[in-house]
């Protein structure tokens, strides 16, 4: 073999070990197993453990943006805007670097985050820190929202159940629109990720599945945005993994990382 095929050969290695890391793999694989694709999202949500809090430190920051940002939260964590303020446990109004390049916006807190106060906390969260560090960032690197702060649930007089989950309405998520508008207008990000189709689906204001529309940038108020999939889909999916990790090396790309 030539040099010059032997550094492509290399190189092919390299990526797919990269690949293969993501996906989860801790073995080298000389042929993946067969996943049968699906986009179910009804599935039942696994058990989820509760995170030790130490394992995902509160990050502090300074400075302007940080104290406007801290100014709209002490409004969000009085919002009896809409009914889920009524039920809530702690509003979670999202956490991360005012100055991020990377705005990450999910649907709404969980049974964890509406304990702990903070987004992406349980299982989907330590995916969701997972994926961020496979761009080579830390969870404290960028910002993490939410299109809704507080915990919609099915029985709202039963917040100690766990499971008792379900998507924001259209008028709940609509509610809570400005706080997310404010926190994008003050952060001013280079890119924003949608996960999911709650928050995509109302930041493009599009009827379009996550699986018809990731795989490319759109765009929300002039800067670019990348629909991909929630990262609970993908915990009750690993083969929408593949989908997520091509997302994000379109996002590296367009950050230049
Ligand atoms: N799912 C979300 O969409 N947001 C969270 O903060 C946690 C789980």
């Known amino acids: 073999m030539n040099k010059k095929n032997l550094l492509k050969t290399i190189r092919l290695a390299k990526q797919t070990l990269k690949d293969e890391k993501f996906l989860g793999y801790t073995d080298i694989i000389f042929s993946a197993p067969k996943i049968k694709k699906s986009n179910k999202t009804n599935a039942p949500e696994p058990e989820i453990p509760a995170v030790p809090l130490k394992e995902t430190p509160v990050p502090v920051f300074k400075g302007a943006k940080a104290k ?6 002490a409004v ?32 709404g807190p969980g049974y964890d985050e509406d304990r702990q106060g903070r987004p992406f906390i349980g299982r989907a969260g330590q995916l ?8 080579g960032l830390k969870r404290e690197d960028v910002f993490i929202a939410n299109i809704v702060k507080c915990h919609p ?10 499971g008792n989950d379900r998507p924001p309405s259209k008028e709940e998520m609509a509610c ?12 001013k990000p280079k890119v924003i990720v949608t996960l999911g189709n709650s928050s995509t689906s109302t ?10 529309i990731r795989g490319k940038f759109h765009t929300f108020h002039k800067t670019p945005l990348m629909p991909t999939y929630h990262p609970s889909a993908l915990l009750r999916n690993p083969a929408l993994k593949i989908d997520v990790w091509n997302d994000m090396k ?6 230049g990382l």
């Open 68 to 73: 406007k940002l801290s100014e709209i939260e």
């Open 76 to 107: 969000v964590k009085t919002c009896r805007l809409c009914r889920l303020g009524d039920s809530r446990i702690k509003a979670v109004f999202g956490e991360g670097n005012p100055d991020s390049k990377i705005m990450f916006v999910g649907e």
């Open 128 to 135: 969701l820190t997972k994926i961020i560090e496979s761009i």
């Open 153 to 162: 649930m099915i029985d709202p007089k039963n917040p100690d159940l766990r």
């Open 176 to 187: 809570c629109m400005p706080f997310l508008l404010a926190q994008i207008d003050i952060i």
């Open 203 to 212: 930041l493009l204001e599009t009827t379009e599945t996550i699986s018809k």
């Open 250 to 255: 379109l996002l590296k790309k367009e950050l």
